[in-house]
């Protein structure tokens, strides 16, 4: 049986028989788009007859001002997954290292261009799992570990938040890993999709880390923190080098009119991101509540920074559960297909109250 992809409702609706969905498979803002993307979008709609600017320069532009980068230093691309094929293809990397469970379009784009991949597993605790560096000792054994596995190393997905984790990278981390990357001659592709749902305190970004490491992309997602999947907008960041390379082997109409406009007025709404991240929070402390509430002992729900979380299952697999709930009309993610993650798992999003007062209810009804 094929395995549902997150946010695949018309699959969905042909499996399950019905055409009214609770989705928490894909782990998109329900809140959003700023309400300003709507009035744009229809005012924007006449533009359909024109092609796309091919620059996009203003909503690189606006992006510069936003993210205080060069314009030379940002590309749009048709959401983030194009710009990962785009930059793979680009550079061709012999030996990839992917750290597992991850997002699979990473593999995807590695063995497209017929690169040899290799695997660093984390497991369900993602970047928690690997020593934390807090002593001199601790720092010494991390640098060991990195240089070992960088080792003839051509490039490393990393993310952070990771997906399906939850978890961060810490700077320091990252620091050392930049260093030894840079040592190997090694291609550093940084994943920072779910950055905008991390609190205050945990929100950083790699791109402080552009103009000393020629070798370090950063790539970051506008259609999940904006509600804007279905239009698919993605901004890479790197050095002007890196994106005129880049600029050789992709579509030079790949973000369309109708993108642009609503990229370019959801950076523009500064209350929003404060707002959502309210929202999320209120939602997900109320779902983290109501589980333990529930006190059910075959499921254990594993904490995450971020707008989703992972569910482990101790009594029968977790094919049966996602089957089960989408009989319910609630759509999860099974993990069963993410390598290096041990055991029955399904992922969840945080979405409203009463979404996840239904998740609750549904797994009641299993159980």
Same mark, same amino acid.
């Given at each position: 049986?094929?395995?549902?992809?997150?946010?695949?409702?018309?699959?969905?609706?042909?499996?399950?028989?019905?055409?009214?969905?609770?989705?928490?498979?894909?782990?998109?803002?329900?809140?959003?788009?700023?309400q300003?993307?709507?009035?744009?979008?229809?005012?924007?709609?006449?533009?359909?007859? *024109?092609?796309?600017?091919?620059?996009?320069k203003r909503?690189?532009?606006?992006?510069?001002?936003?993210?205080?980068?060069?314009p030379?230093?940002?590309?749009?691309?048709?959401?983030?997954?194009?710009?990962?094929?785009?930059?793979?293809?680009?550079?061709?990397?012999?030996?990839?290292?992917?750290p597992?469970?991850g997002?699979?379009?990473?593999?995807?784009?590695?063995?497209?261009v017929?690169?040899? $991949?290799?695997?660093?597993?984390?497991?369900?605790?993602?970047?928690?799992?690997?020593p934390? $560096?807090?002593?001199?000792?601790?720092k010494n054994?991390?640098i060991?570990?990195?240089?070992?596995?960088?080792?003839?190393?051509?490039?490393?997905?990393?993310?952070?938040? *990771?997906?399906?984790t939850?978890?961060?990278?810490?700077v320091?981390?990252l620091?050392?890993?930049?260093?030894?990357?840079?040592?190997?001659?090694?291609?550093?592709?940084?994943?920072?999709?779910?950055?905008?749902?991390l609190?205050?305190?945990l929100?950083?970004?790699?791109?402080?880390?552009?103009?000393?490491?020629?070798?370090?992309?950063?790539i970051?997602?506008?259609?999940?923190?904006?509600?804007?999947?279905?239009?698919?907008l993605? $901004?890479? !960041?790197?050095?002007?080098?890196?994106?005129d390379?880049?600029?050789? !082997?992709?579509?030079?109409?790949?973000?369309?009119?109708?993108?642009?406009?609503a990229?370019?007025?959801?950076?523009?709404?500064?209350?929003?991101?404060m707002?959502?991240?309210?929202?999320?929070?209120?939602?997900?402390?109320?779902?983290?509540?109501e589980?333990?509430?529930?006190?059910?002992?075959?499921?254990?729900? *594993?904490?995450?920074?971020?707008? !989703?979380?992972?569910?482990?299952?101790?009594?029968?697999?977790?094919?049966?559960? $996602?089957?089960?709930?989408?009989?319910?009309?609630?759509?999860?993610?099974?993990?069963?297909?993410?390598q290096?993650?041990?055991?029955?798992?399904?992922?969840?999003?945080?979405?409203?109250?009463?979404?996840?007062?239904?998740?609750?209810?549904?797994?009641?009804?299993?159980?």
């Open positions: 049986m094929r395995r549902l992809h997150g946010g695949n409702l018309r699959e969905a609706e042909e499996r399950f028989g019905k055409n009214d969905f609770i989705d928490l498979s894909a782990n998109i803002n329900p809140f959003g788009p700023p300003g993307v709507w009035k744009r979008l229809r005012s924007a709609l006449p533009e359909i007859i *024109h092609y796309p600017d091919p620059e996009n909503l690189t532009q606006k992006l510069s001002e936003q993210f205080k980068l060069l030379e230093q940002i590309l749009v691309g048709n959401g983030a997954g194009e710009l990962l094929f785009t930059l793979t293809l680009a550079l061709k990397p012999k030996k990839v290292l992917i597992v469970p997002f699979s379009e990473y593999e995807r784009a590695a063995r497209a017929g690169a040899e $991949v290799r695997y660093m597993k984390l497991g369900v605790k993602g970047w928690d799992s690997l934390q $560096v807090k002593t001199p000792e601790d054994q991390y060991t570990l990195w240089q070992q596995l960088l080792n003839d190393c051509d490039l490393i997905y990393l993310n952070s938040p *990771h997906n399906p939850g978890s961060v990278l810490r320091d981390e620091k050392i890993i930049l260093e030894i990357a840079r040592k190997s001659n090694c291609w550093i592709v940084f994943d920072e999709s779910f950055y905008d749902f609190d205050n305190d929100r950083w970004t790699a791109r402080i880390f552009l103009e000393e490491n020629p070798k370090l992309i950063v970051y997602s506008m259609t999940k923190f904006f509600s804007l999947p279905g239009i698919r993605g $901004v890479l !960041f790197s050095n002007q080098k890196v994106l390379c880049l600029q050789r !082997f992709r579509d030079p109409w790949s973000v369309n009119v109708l993108a642009e406009e990229g370019i007025e959801a950076v523009a709404d500064s209350v929003f991101p707002e959502v991240r309210s929202k999320l929070k209120d939602s997900k402390d109320f779902f983290y509540r589980f333990e509430r529930a006190k059910f002992k075959a499921l254990t729900l *594993h904490f995450t920074h971020v707008n !989703f979380a992972l569910i482990e299952i101790k009594d029968r697999t977790s094919l049966e559960i $996602v089957e089960r709930l989408g009989k319910l009309g609630i759509l999860v993610r099974n993990c069963d297909s993410f290096g993650i041990e055991g029955q798992y399904i992922r969840v999003a945080i979405k409203d109250k009463e979404s996840m007062k239904r998740l609750i209810e549904g797994l009641q009804a299993i159980y």
